[in-house]
């Protein structure tokens, strides 16, 4: 009898210990890097020096090379592309490197590193318990391009699927994955729909030239399009298109005003949606059939030629600038109205934003 209460006191306190999350804790942080927002800096291509930064959520506690500090014997990698999320741990995207590393995403230990079957991994995302990387292949090839489908168990590439030239961005809703097709060292115009029951493109659904963003919003699956670059020698305008989950199809697509507009970065957040254009921020409502003509507010007085990242999160709005591209970047957060809330100096090309 005694030894069936100790069993059964063993066992709840195995449950309450493991179901425990960081709210009903007590607000007890999860690790160091719980309650912020990790830093990803890409670092200078060649130079393997990607690094991770922290910023707590009130902006009191900020730190740089959170992995190389936790990790010193391991060496980051070169070319830090995205972080993914899944569960407790961060999956670190290194282009150039070719691999993924996988972290504690509270602690920044290390787990496991991830360096066969990919190649020019880009961006990552998780459905069904698998994760799926977009991988361009070598850039100059059109045609061996691929979706790498991650076991989460032993961290390994179980199988791929082969896309359309340069997948980028990739994103889970309903078991389905749509990937932006940006089109590599050339120019795409289209989003794939990946089954992941069967692990095969379904559809493939045209947009505006060079897709950089994808969000979701009320059954709604919302594309930017940067459109094609002045070198190019065919420069076309930016675009925002809506396409029906439902039916997987462009419901609407609104054109920007001028061939020289490139929006980026494009984000929802509060029912809004959130873009830039060179050193602007701009905000619209998400059944908006036009594009605003002003901006919410501007980088300039910080001196920010251009916005290389970019965060909605919280009521705060977080830019990253790439500077020189080689020089340490600067990270500035403000307030939904554009009032400098924070400015820290992190690594080299900080390339985004993960909430913890």
């Known amino acids: 009898m005694k030894f069936s209460k100790l069993i059964l006191t063993a066992l709840l306190g195995s449950f309450f210990l493991f179901s425990c999350t960081d709210d009903d804790n007590g607000g007890n942080p999860l690790g160091d890097y719980d309650n912020g927002v990790l830093i990803l800096n890409q670092g200078g291509f060649g130079n393997g020096n990607a690094s991770v930064s922290y910023l707590s959520e009130d902006m009191n506690t900020f730190q740089n090379n959170i992995f190389s500090l936790v990790n010193p014997s391991i060496i980051l990698g070169d070319t830090a592309q995205?972080?993914?999320?899944?569960?407790?741990?961060?999956?670190?995207?290194?282009?150039?490197?070719?691999?993924?590393?996988?972290?504690?995403?509270?602690?920044?230990?290390?787990?496991?590193?991830?360096?066969?079957?990919?190649?020019?991994?880009?961006y990552i995302a998780f459905a069904n318990g698998k994760g799926y990387v977009t991988n361009w292949g070598n850039g100059t090839n059109a045609n061996d391009d691929f979706i790498a489908v991650l076991n989460l168990s032993n961290n390994s590439v179980a199988s791929t699927i082969s896309v359309a030239e340069g997948p980028e961005k990739i994103i889970e809703e309903d078991n389905k994955l749509y990937v932006a097709h940006s089109g590599g060292f050339n120019y795409g115009n289209t989003i794939s729909v990946i089954n992941t029951s069967t692990n095969t493109v379904a559809t493939t659904i045209t947009v505006g030239d060079v897709p950089n963003s994808l969000e979701e919003g009320n059954g709604i699956l919302y594309v930017l399009c940067g459109g094609k670059s002045a070198w190019s020698g065919a420069e076309s305008a930016g675009k925002l298109v809506k396409i029906?989950?439902?039916?997987?199809?462009?419901?609407?697509?609104?054109?920007?005003?001028?061939?020289?507009?490139?929006?980026?970065?494009?984000?929802?957040?509060?029912?809004?949606?959130?873009?830039?254009?060179?050193?602007?921020?701009f905000r619209m409502n998400l059944s908006a059939n036009t594009i605003p003509t002003e901006a919410l507010f501007s980088t300039t007085s910080q001196g920010v030629y251009g916005v290389y990242s970019f965060a909605v999160e919280n009521n705060k709005i977080y830019v990253g600038d790439a500077l020189d591209y080689?020089?340490?970047?600067?990270?500035?957060?403000?307030?939904?109205?554009?009032?400098?809330?924070?400015?820290?100096t992190v690594g080299v090309i900080p390339a985004g934003f993960y909430f913890n």
């Not at 150039?96 to 360096?115: C, D, G, L, P, Q």
């Open 244 to 281: 029906n989950l439902s039916t997987n199809t462009v419901s609407s697509s609104i054109d920007f005003a001028e061939t020289t507009d490139h929006p980026s970065n494009l984000v929802i957040e509060n029912n809004r949606l959130f873009y830039t254009l060179d050193s602007d921020i």
């Open 82 to 122: 995205d972080i993914g999320f899944y569960n407790d741990l961060a999956y670190i995207v290194l282009n150039a490197s070719n691999k993924i590393e996988v972290v504690n995403r509270y602690t920044m230990v290390h787990i496991a590193t991830i360096s066969t079957g990919l190649s020019n991994p880009r």
């Open 326 to 344: 080689s020089s340490n970047g600067k990270v500035y957060v403000y307030s939904l109205t554009g009032a400098l809330l924070s400015s820290k």
